[in-house]
């Protein structure tokens, strides 16, 4: 009598449970912190602490997997032709609102970190070669730079890390606000951050 094989779904399944651990990762930090328990990440994300100790051995290591994976959606959105600076800075500005662990990326208080410093580059690379095109530049002003673009969103970092996470939405629309009308003309509407609540769309 023959008995049906037990499917081995090895590598298909490590790529989920990894998939999972940093969408999980992502919530609990911007929830609680980098200093969340990983007991609750691993639960978030259905996984066992084996799983989850497997894919990322360390805490740190899964802070920086995240940070790399916020990152790639970024640039990947930069390097779609159709896209222009106003996605990508859509995109920036729900990164360091919604995921906390990207905060340090752009907050100069985590300068001494080289994998930090290697996203940074990254960064400002990206924004450098979307701003070269001088059709992708949307709605800014004429005289805003990357570097501008970089600072600004520096100084939206700095102010979240500092903030309560009840209170960094609030504090993150009011900054953006006051930061959309010295980046973009005057003469064009306001990019809409859809679904923020905010009420803002002049």
Do not use: C
Not at 76 to 98: C, F, G
Not at 109 to 133: C, V
């Amino acid at each position: 009598m023959s008995t049906a094989s037990r499917v081995n779904r090895g590598r298909a399944a490590a790529a989920e449970n990894r998939a999972a651990i940093l969408v999980a990762a992502r919530d609990i930090f911007a929830e609680h912190g980098r200093s969340a328990p990983m007991t609750l990440i691993a639960q978030t994300a259905g996984v066992g602490q084996g799983s989850l100790y497997r894919h990322f051995p360390t805490r740190g290591q899964l802070i920086h997997a995240v940070y790399e994976s916020n990152l790639v959606a970024l640039e990947s959105l930069a390097q779609q032709d159709e896209s222009t600076i106003d996605d990508v800075l859509e995109a920036l500005y729900r990164q360091l609102t919604d995921a906390a662990a990207f905060i340090a990326v752009l907050d100069s208080a985590e300068s001494h970190n080289p994998h930090l410093a290697s996203i940074r580059a990254r960064l400002r690379k990206l924004l450098s070669d979307k701003f070269s095109d001088i059709r992708r530049r949307g709605s800014l002003r004429e005289e805003i730079t990357a570097n501008d673009i970089y600072l600004a969103f520096g100084m939206l970092a700095a102010l979240l890390h500092q903030t309560p996470p009840s209170d960094r939405r609030g504090a993150a629309r009011h900054a953006w606000s006051l930061l959309r009308h010295a980046l973009y003309r005057a003469d064009h509407p306001m990019p809409v951050i859809a679904g923020d609540g905010s009420g803002d769309r002049t």
